[in-house]
């Protein structure tokens, strides 16, 4: 398979072209012949113009890539070596929804022929792979997983936004359902992947190295947040605090805020999912994500009670929230927890401005049924800096001065103005 690849004698697909499958599919087609698939036409239309949906690449990486975009089954099928790298998201219920991943997984079970490889890279809890996607895809098929066709889990391990690593620079880990699929798994993305690839021992120990990564980090997320809304009560700055304490060498360097996107904010879910159905209650994992869900909430309860001691009227407030992404300097709007702190401040009866350089205002108003404003000209009684986008970090500080009343309050959630501001009345986290 490996060498058949290398020789494009045999094409490798990937399917789901978002902020993770494209650039994987990209990065391959530099070294195969690669079939690039999503479901979405438009999509498609845009990516053959070399144009990222997801306003992450730059026109030039589509250059020198051996690659064919496509929404048709019938050329999906022409390939060898699939890898599925779709949304795994939740649902209202906080609950693991599978349907992008069952619907992949169904449309590349009517492909796969003798031989040909599958591997996925969508964030899933331990046992997904094997329990769930593996029956789909011998039913669709008519093979049998191991003895027909080999299956292997990788997962994906992009952060948008970030310039500094990127794909081809973080370790990547791989598995397979037997030994032999396992190193063909890892050889294959040895092509790509310059950091280097960690082969785990088995498709489930990959699954749940992927899911932990996230859930460490939104467990520690929530202690910081605790601890802002303890140093709150006690009148001192918890950036102060973090500062100090980040001075010995072992201190962990997370700061409070909001959690959100497809990452932090979901995977903790799935794998508190999974642990109760074999009669696990996950307590700390719960308690950080009730901690970190709730952040919008109590942001905007510590506002107003500011604003009920410094005797404002509450009815004729105007807020400005700037930035309505989910993490900075990047477009993508899913599960942005900015929109906790909009819907809460609404329930108040306060009239709410939103704007953000980098969201597409098209998208906002399908997701949330909100209108970005562009250019905010009217006086606000607060201002609310939500997302640390970098244009709002080069702005003077004349810049927020102009746009807020005389008596303004600045709620700077992640502190970035704290040493540098004279912001008459100024908040953070």
Known sequence: MFRELVEKKKKLAVVGLGYVGLPIALEFARKVSVIGFDIKPDRIELMKKKIDPSNELPS????????????????LAEASFYIIAVPTPINQHKLPDLQPLIMATETVSKCIKPGDYVVYESTVYPGCTEEDCIPILERGSGLKAGKDFKVGYSPERINPGDTRHTLTKILKVTSGIDEESAGVITEVYKLIITAGVYKAGSIKVAEAAKIIENTQRDINIAFMNELSMIFNLMDINTYEVLEAAGTKWNFLPFVPGLVGGHCIGVDPYYLSYKAKEYGHHALIINSGRAINDG?????????????ISSGKDLRKNHVLIMGITFKENVSDIRNSKVMDIYREFVSFGFSVD???PYADAHEVKMEYGLDLVDNPAKKYDIIVLAVNHKEYLEYPENYYLNLGKADFLFVDIKGVFRMKHEFKNYWSL
């Not at 496509?70 to 050329?75: C, H, L, R």
């Not at 952040?295 to 604003?307: A, D, E, F």
Request: a negative charge.
């Open 60 to 75: 030039e990486t589509f250059d020198d890539c051996d690659i064919l975009f496509t929404s048709s089954i019938q050329v």
């Open 295 to 307: 952040m919008g909430s109590y942001i905007v309860r510590q506002i107003i009670k500011k604003l």
């Open 354 to 356: 939103i704007t953000d």
